[in-house]
């Protein structure tokens, strides 16, 4: 299945390459190939954490040709992989060349290569020792379909050894099983575009969006909504708790992304648009619930994840005890004028514990965050580091609206991923009032060391 070395090593493909004013286009039969590079924008930052490339060829004549049709006239796995591969070279030093900050990089690999470990494994190890990429900076897309390909095995596990990460692309598109999901923990599961425009369309698919996104944070992985056009899309994708998006909405794609100028003012116009005009349209829990037990994105081991025996949820209550009564005893230190350092020992402390920090009445952190001294290291990409936290909103998250809505009384989350890259996250939260104002007093936790005592 694996083509000739010779014609597939890094040398012979960047021999493909024309160079001009540092950027490069590639030839291949009588195409030519060049890249274009999308943002993605961690929607609580409200800032772009890096881009995601796309091919964009012409015939002799200078006519556009879709990449899904460059592909469909090749006859041979050699020939796939050659193009393929060469289109990784072209967005891998376009990118290097325009942008200098450890941003994420979205690739797409075709599935055959994808799948072929021992040629394109050992491509990318001579390509990210070129380009001196950062490790976790490369994102391997992969279409949806091939998790349920038999052949996957290992696969997944020899692109993590390399320093990548792995993002499930058009999920509710190609696939909508989230089995599949469950058992390849991708860092990051792309909504294709149909989802939200299906959401923006139909008052059920709406309110079922923010519980699937919530599902899959609750099975460790991040949520980028693709292809928001619109600004009630932008709304959904709020509403939902989506972590990252990406669309024309925010902007066109670059060729060269160091030409990239951060759309501030409209990120930040979207979200005060947010909170003026779009009712919160989540449901309850059980209605949620009901609406994903008739949908195909509900699953058998997503059910297993919501059942427990009343023995697992004795030991869950017993595990979170401590920590409840610590961020409990924070906010009533932090309502009287204590530091949030503090104040917030004494659930520092706690095995697991990972942060304190606090929000105002409107989901924005106030001041700094305070971090165990044992922090646990996280299991997937810090995020939040490529983001500046100052203007973050966390209005949407579960465990701040519910605090706001129970004053005084801790709250605690299910575990989900977190931006800071810890899949088994929990936030004990409790709202309080400092000098007249609503202050949310949080602590994460990594409950990877609990998860066998988690309802």
């Known amino acids: 299945m694996t083509a000739p ?54 015939d002799a004549e200078g006519k556009p040709v879709a990449a899904e049709s460059l592909f469909a006239r090749l006859q041979d796995h050699a ?7 060469l289109c990784t070279t072209i967005h891998v030093h376009n990118f290097n060349a325009g942008w200098k900050s450890p ?22 190890v001579n390509l990210i020792d070129h380009f001196k990429i950062p490790k976790g900076t490369l994102v391997i897309d992969i279409p949806g379909a091939v998790l349920q390909d038999e052949r996957l095995g290992s696969q997944l596990d020899r692109y993590r050894e390399l320093g990548c990460l792995i993002s499930v692309d058009d999920f509710g598109v190609e696939n909508s099983d989230l089995d599949t999901i469950w058992d390849s923990t991708p860092a990051v599961v792309k909504m294709g575009r149909s989802v939200i425009a299906d959401a923006s369309m139909d008052k059920r698919a709406q309110q079922a969006l923010p519980r699937v996104v919530s599902l899959l944070h609750e099975m460790g992985t991040l949520v980028l909504m693709e292809g928001v056009e619109t600004e009630r899309e932008a709304h959904i994708a709020i509403d939902a708790d989506a972590d990252f998006a990406c669309g024309f909405l925010f902007g066109r794609s670059y060729e060269d992304p160091a030409a990239y100028v951060e759309p501030t003012t409209l990120l930040r116009h979207v979200w005060s648009t947010y909170k003026t005009e779009l009712v919160d349209t989540r ?14 994105l509900y699953s058998s081991k997503v059910r297993k994840l919501k059942s ?11 595990a979170r005890r401590p920590f409840i009564t610590a961020i409990q005893h924070g906010a009533s230190l932090v309502k009287s004028g204590e530091q949030l350092d503090t104040a917030c020992s004494e659930c520092l402390a706690l095995p697991g514990a990972i942060c304190c920090y606090t929000l105002n009445a409107e989901g924005r952190q106030i001041g700094g965050v305070v971090t165990s001294r044992d922090t646990p290291v996280p299991q997937s990409m810090d995020f939040s580091s490529l983001a500046a936290p100052a203007d973050a909103d966390w209005s949407r998250r579960e465990y701040f609206r519910r605090a706001l809505n129970g004053p005084e009384v801790a709250q605690v989350t299910r575990q989900y991923c977190s931006l800071d890259g810890h899949t088994h996250c929990v936030t004990f939260s409790v709202a309080t009032n400092v000098r007249g104002e609503s202050v949310v ?9 609990y998860t066998s005592v988690s309802a």
């Open 5 to 58: 070395s010779k014609t597939l090593s890094l040398d012979h493909i960047r021999s493909m390459l024309e160079e001009k004013s540092g950027r490069v286009s590639g030839a291949f039969k009588d195409l030519q190939l060049k890249s274009a590079f999308q943002p993605v924008f961690s929607l609580p930052h409200k800032r772009a954490i890096g881009f995601d490339a796309s091919l964009r060829g012409t």
């Open 79 to 85: 020939d796939t992989s050659l193009l393929d591969l």
């Open 103 to 124: 941003d994420l990089l979205f690739l797409n690999l075709h599935p055959e290569v994808f799948l072929d470990t021992d040629l394109t494994s050992e491509f990318l």
């Open 283 to 296: 449901p309850k829990n059980p209605t949620a619930r009901a609406l994903l037990a008739a949908e195909s």
């Open 308 to 318: 427990a025996s009343p023995a697992q949820i004795n030991r869950y209550r017993e």
């Open 441 to 449: 007093v949080c602590g994460d936790v990594d409950w990877s060391s």
